[in-house]
């Protein structure tokens, strides 16, 4: 257990309403990421952090912000929630070794 | 640019069977990591198995080992004894760059029959 908390686990929200979705670690590592999963595409990099307030963009970044004024949360917001940003929604965390630790995933539906 | 490519959508193996999944890669980078993952249904992703591009030996873990052909770019993981709690999708991934960022393959999807 990578102590990788992420909240809510399920949401519907309406089109053109502001989400945010919360990740929390435990480990106080360094980088931290976000990532949705959508079928036939498997995992796309949104955006990620190396440090607190210093975050970068990932390949699917559009309409997606991201903040970490704690080492420990890393929050990805939805400005403005269309139905293409229906997904699952993964955060992971880069661990001492090599590998990354995900989340159990958020189920987001834009209705 | 960065590149994982998994061509099999979906694969079947009998129990007790040894399946291979592939992976290729494209990368200029000659610094990278190759991953592979393995989500159940019921949606959890599981690390498995890491090989790092100077890795002079192949990974194993357990029942799983990575046969990493450098040259030919691939990463293909080899599952032996299959279980049916094998059945799940498996992700390749690949690790470059400053932000030690993953990019993923598609997936397969994998089902193990008794």
């Known amino acids: 257990d990578a102590g990788i908390t992420q909240s809510p686990r399920h949401k519907v929200t309406e089109t053109g309403t502001p989400v945010t979705l919360r990740c929390h670690q435990t480990?106080?590592?360094?980088?931290m990421y976000w990532y949705r999963q959508d079928p036939g595409h498997g995992l796309r990099l949104i955006h990620y952090?190396?440090?607190?307030?210093?975050?970068d963009k990932g390949e699917v970044s559009d309409g997606y912000s991201v903040s970490r004024s704690k080492t420990e949360d890393f929050l990805l917001t939805l400005e403005s929630a269309t139905s293409s940003q229906t997904s699952v929604y993964f955060c992971a965390i880069k661990g001492n070794r090599t590998e990354a630790f995900f989340g159990q995933g958020t189920r987001l539906t834009v209705v | 640019a960065q590149k994982i490519t998994q061509t099999q959508p979906g694969m079947f193996v009998q129990e007790k069977e040894a399946v291979t999944l592939d992976c290729t890669y494209d990368?200029?980078?000659?610094?990278?990591?190759l991953f592979w993952y393995k989500q159940p249904s019921s949606g959890e992703m599981i690390f498995l198995i890491y090989q790092g591009s100077y890795d002079q030996q192949n990974a194993t873990e357990g029942r799983y080992s990575l046969n990493f052909q450098k040259a030919r770019k691939s990463a293909n993981l080899v599952i032996s004894a299959s279980q049916l709690g094998d059945s799940a999708m498996y992700f390749c991934a690949m690790r470059w760059g400053g932000g030690n960022k993953l990019t993923f393959g598609t997936g397969t999807q994998l089902k193990v029959e008794l």
């Open positions: 952090s190396y440090g607190v307030k210093d975050t």
């Open positions: 480990e106080n590592h360094r980088y």
């Open positions: 990368t200029s980078d000659p610094s990278y990591g």
